[in-house]
């Protein structure tokens, strides 16, 4: 049983480029949420994806992040023209359904903008 | 003002002392209630969840949450060095989408 896995662990983008960070969940789980941690604060909420579908993405900035969760292959966190405050750890985590109680997360993906 | 707010700690230790970790929190809907585990440079680990008011206990960690005061309380009994890690609490007013503390960073002397 790998866990969720994110990749890559470590992702350093110039101003402007952009960043793909992908999520493969556990084995048996349909449901992923991304969240977003800042230097010295907890995860705050960014999206939750079942196969196909956004179920709630009221985290997301409204600009340059997009995410997906194709019927195949990793889940696909999108950020267009990053800017530095875009810098921070970036974590999926994946549940079997959506009525679970808490989640199993990945080890996040350090995203560093500069 | 933030929905969840988690003592900032951060908090030391000797080996063996009974450890109190606290969130207040603003949601009246928050009903799902959870504590995580992170070590550095590492992902979240769920430790425990309760739901609504009461008390659970596994091992050497208890959980308390009291809906009227909107408060909730962790308890590391006999803490051990491997306790040393960041403390997240955690609500959901149903499954899905969880609102985070700040996280109480622990440290266990030996």
């Known amino acids: 049983n790998a866990g969720v896995m994110q990749n890559p662990r470590h992702l350093v983008r110039r101003r402007g480029q952009e960043a793909r960070l992908r999520c493969s969940p556990m084995k048996g789980h349909s449901h992923v949420y991304w969240y977003r941690q800042l230097p010295e604060e907890g995860l705050k909420f960014m999206v939750y994806?079942?196969?196909?579908?956004?179920?709630?993405e009221s985290g997301m900035p409204k600009e340059r992040f997009s995410a997906e969760f194709p019927k195949e292959g990793p889940s696909i966190l999108r950020i267009q023209q990053v800017v530095r405050g875009d810098s921070a750890a970036y974590f999926c985590?994946?549940?079997?359904?959506?009525?679970?109680?808490?989640?199993?997360f990945g080890s996040g993906t350090r995203l560093t903008v500069v | 003002q933030k929905e969840v707010e988690q003592d900032p700690g951060p908090l030391s230790v000797p080996e063996g002392a009974i450890v109190s970790l606290n969130c207040t929190y603003s949601?009246?809907?928050?009903?799902?209630f959870m504590w995580y585990r992170q070590y550095s440079r590492k992902g979240p680990e769920l430790l425990m969840y309760?739901?609504?008011?009461g008390n659970k206990e596994d091992g050497r960690f208890t959980a308390q949450v009291d809906k009227s005061s909107k408060y909730i309380s962790l308890f590391i009994r006999d803490s051990q060095p491997s306790d040393s890690a960041t403390y997240l609490c955690a609500m959901s007013a149903n499954a899905g989408k969880s609102t985070f503390g700040d996280g109480t960073t622990l440290t266990v002397k030996p």
């Open positions: 309760t739901y609504s008011s």
């Open positions: 994806l079942q196969k196909e579908n956004i179920i709630d």
């Open positions: 949601n009246s809907a928050f009903q799902y």
């Open positions: 985590a994946s549940s079997p359904t959506g009525g679970d109680i808490g989640y199993t």
